[in-house]
């Protein structure tokens, strides 16, 4: 225990040493500046004219803008490597449950947890791995959570192991294993973040999205079998996607309902999702929304295939047929402290996907 | 605030001018559009000599759409201005409005692609205004008349190509991954 603690405390004294160090070359480096600028006073006052200014800022937009494309680009093209089956990645959907070996799970009902875009690896952070537990003891003894899913991977397995682009990841990750600051932190989660909308964005394109669904649902078929489902016992899948993985949810559930044929639910919590996904197969889809959430509220905007302007879109043509249930959860943020996953909204979550669950259990 | 956008307007219009590519773009351009759907090609399993061959067909194509959309609006240039009919020079000097279609390729990423292609091709219109301001002295508003119908054309042009071959290669790649599972 009293070593425990020693090492705790020496953790939390090198935190705060480095912390110290930041600062000191944070302010070494604006004395600099400054220094340099007085020097230089004449020409540091024709680099924050107006002019050139404007022009470091355009230039720094369209390089933004290209650099967004072709990291796109680049990741369609793994995505395709992979469907494509160069790599022998993706097997036969066709030969999925056919193992005798295996035990048969003695559940009917098949949860499915997709995490949101700040997922980096399969195990998920200790709040939403709460919120996970909550949600497991919630659900009828007949079903099972099926967690631990990288939404945003092809293979099985992290970022950090992902094909193409683990080069880039495991650099990060040791850099920020190595180097906890906040900058380090902060440039780790944009870096993950923006992949992850990447992939969010391929699965919501009506080019590439059929691909990258297929893969997807693939993905999950296999951890299905893996847990003993099969589809002569079991009775549905429900997939449950927080944020971006609402998106991944909607965009793999009729490829899924194909390949493990039975029944096919969403479940979206603060869903951030496209009404791109094709859902004329799918019967069920809920939203769990908080009245306060900013992302789902902006995702409207940035995905127009949910406003009413767009009446043959396909979240609306599937709205004209099927009823959108709706679990509005007054006070609720996309995150943090007031979050989905906060202790104070946790067990209204938690009973929206249970009442939600029970609602469409026989029907 | 008008004022300051007429003066932007003009300077971008003396730029275009002083570029002077000519017709020369427009095959980039047609290139630059092919190569933004080569997925749809890839997807569908064509071989690269194939693959070669529908690209260069395509940016011909749409070269061509081009060129139409620019011998268009000289003819408007001719019944609307009286400027005398010179295609061939109209053309060299209304090329380089067309320079925002050498980015086309970026339309190959991912969601943000309508986005990018309806900002890309409102730019070549836009440049197509300032040159008829900037070389042949036409005002905007009249200059909107003159190059509405080429552009026009252009678009359905475009639109007619993506619907019979990218956008038939999308659907049958959709049908295709269907069926796997």
Known sequence: MTGVIAAIQHHRNHLRCSRRLVVIVLVIVAVLGLLSISALRHDASLIFRREVLDEVTGVTVAVVLIVTALAGVYSVMADFVFWE??????????????????????????????????????????????FLDVLEQGINADMLLVKGIEAYTIMPVGLRASSYSQWFWQRLFALQEQHPIGLIRFLCAFFVQANNVIKVGISSDRRYGPVMNYELALKI???????????SRASRVVLVGYSG???????????????????????????????NGDLTSVDHVAMVVGSRDPVATLGRIAYPGRLFLL?????????????LHRYSIDGMSHNGDSGPFSDHYRGQVVAAICRELELTTDR | MLQSISAGLAGMGELLVELDVGVGLLVGVGASMSASHLFALLANRLRPRQILFHMVVDALVLSLAFLIGIVSH???????????????????????????????????????????????????????LVLLQSVYGVPLEKGLIISLPGYVLSLILIGLLFAQRWRASYDTLAREVASLS
């Not at chain 1, 078929?221 to 589809?231: D, I, K, M, Q, S």
């Not at chain 2, 005398?84 to 970026?106: C, D, E, H, K, S």
């Not at chain 2, 091709?121 to 440049?127: D, E, G, M, T, Y």
Request: net charge neutral.
């Open chain 1, 85 to 130: 089956g160069w790599q022998q990645g993706l097997p036969d959907p066709s030969h999925l449950f056919e193992s005798s070996e295996r035990m048969d799970s003695p559940h009917r009902h098949f949860v499915v947890y997709l995490d949101g875009i700040h997922q980096t690896e399969e195990s998920h952070p200790p709040r939403v791995s709460d």
């Open chain 1, 221 to 231: 078929a296999r951890r299905l079998e893996g847990v003993g489902f099969h589809p």
């Open chain 1, 245 to 275: 993985g609402g998106e991944m949810a909607i965009g793999a559930a009729a490829m899924l309902q194909k390949i493990c044929h039975v029944p096919v639910q969403v479940i979206t919590v603060c869903g951030v999702f496209s009404g």
């Open chain 1, 311 to 323: 009446p043959l879109s396909n979240w609306n043509r599937w709205q004209r047929t099927r009823s």
């Open chain 2, 74 to 128: 000289s003819l408007m240039l001719t019944l609307v201005a009286g400027v005398p009919l010179q295609p061939i020079t109209f053309g060299n000097r209304m090329g380089v409005a067309l320079w925002p279609g050498l980015f086309y390729v970026l339309v190959a990423a991912p969601y943000i692609s309508d986005l990018i292609a309806v900002t890309l091709l409102a730019w070549v219109h836009l440049n197509v």
